[in-house]
């Protein structure tokens, strides 16, 4: 499958039970589509604050000598 004209890869993963209800909570309370997008918006919003991408930005370069 694809989204946003990127192909999607399928991974697993195991939560706590206590995750899981969670995650249902937000999709009853209409935060998220479903619990496969709020996984996905949880992973984007953690790449977005944290990832590689940020660090190579943040970094500063060195100038040459």
Do not use: C, F, T
């Not at 039970?17 to 949880?42: F, G, N, T, W």
């Amino acid at each position: 499958p694809k989204r946003d004209g990127e192909k999607m890869v399928l991974i697993s993963v195991h939560l706590s039970p206590k995750m899981l209800q969670q995650i249902e909570e937000l999709v009853r309370r209409d935060l998220s589509s479903s619990q496969r997008e709020a996984i996905r918006s949880a992973i984007r919003e953690l790449l977005l604050n944290h990832g590689a991408d940020r660090e190579r930005r943040e970094k500063p370069r060195k100038e040459p000598e």
